[in-house]
């Protein structure tokens, strides 16, 4: 991309890392923040044009040595949803794009991650009001497709900070009361993670083992969730697994100065957080801060991400 395009002239030395999750065959009444394919198409051949799009090891290494181009830009997901495959890896090989995918092991093969058997529950539960007072938590209004979008607001922030010991078992708690067998086929399977390692568009990260908040865990348990992930996918693909996210990776609330260096000791070279934010030659290589414009069609997209670029200071709430 030429530097004297706008996106060019306002970030020079500034790298951009979108975050992304699943990718949807259609709009999800449910979940209006992810994008379908269509959209994601969209949204890939904007950044294609605009952006210089790195793999986001080289971006690192680029970052470090000043040569970063001017708009540079890397691609993230997180989790390890399995239309990363089947959505996501075709949209990338028509547009020539890398991308480095998170994933958090634990869920591979027929898990559900607690957030998605919690949505799933509110999806599927064929009542109009959900009790969940015999589990501490409030009796729910599910009377239309606004109520369980509420619902699903509602329910997250209540049970994402508690630790894995209790998350877990209330999550599968929810869906008993609702009725609802969480999905088996919502993430990767080992063969499916395997055959994108094998994209050479596709990098892949390490998540976590089960996706907990590691500010609420003790070390032993943050230890082991940080390096059994980087073990785990790194026999499964038969590489080696570097770049490592922060699960919700908001610092100081999400993770901690501790889990910075457990990532740092466990052997990874770099991590990404989801303060708001871009990287320069000054940012923690392990806390580097992720942004993406959440908007839903392109002009609002862009005018969103160039005043992101012209307006925002260099993250200053890392853990410490």
């Known amino acids: 991309m030429p530097s004297w395009t706008p996106f060019g002239l306002l970030a020079r030395g500034k790298l951009n890392i979108f975050i992304y999750h699943s990718i949807k065959s259609a709009p999800d009444p449910l979940l209006p923040s992810e994008p379908d394919v269509r959209q994601f198409d969209a949204i890939l051949g904007f950044l294609r044009r605009w952006f210089t799009v790195l793999p986001l090891t080289e971006a690192i290494r680029r970052l470090g040595d000043d040569t970063l181009p001017p708009a540079a830009a890397s691609i993230t997901l997180d989790d390890g949803y399995a239309d990363n495959l089947t959505h996501l890896l075709p949209l990338l090989e028509k547009h020539e794009l890398p991308a480095t995918i998170f994933v958090a092991d634990g869920y591979l093969d027929g898990g559900c991650m607690w957030n998605d058997v919690i949505i ?148 990874f070279d770099a991590a990404v957080s989801t303060a708001q934010g871009f990287a320069d030659a000054a940012s923690d290589r392990f806390q580097l801060p992720r942004f993406t414009p959440w908007d839903r069609t392109l002009p609002r997209f862009a005018v969103r991400m160039a005043r992101h670029l012209a307006t925002s200071p260099r993250p200053s709430s890392a853990a410490a």
Do not use: W
């Open 120 to 267: 799933e529950s509110v999806r599927g539960c064929r009542a109009n009001r959900l009790d969940l007072s015999p589990h501490g938590l409030p009796v729910i209004d599910l009377d239309g497709v606004a109520a369980r979008r509420r619902a699903i607001d509602v329910l997250l922030p209540l049970v994402k900070y508690r630790p894995l010991s209790e998350r877990t078992p209330l999550a599968a708690a929810i869906a008993r009361s609702a009725g609802v067998t969480p999905p088996t086929d919502l993430m990767l399977t080992s063969t499916q993670l395997k055959t994108l390692a094998r994209s050479p568009l596709v990098t892949i990260g390490a998540h976590t083992h089960l996706h907990p908040i590691l500010a609420v865990e003790d070390e032993s348990t943050a230890r082991e969730e940080i390096s059994a992930s980087k073990r785990r996918l790194e026999a499964l693909t038969d590489g080696s697994v570097t770049l490592f996210a922060y699960p919700n990776g908001r610092p100081q609330k999400d993770y901690t100065a501790r889990d910075v260096e457990l990532t740092r000791a466990a052997g």
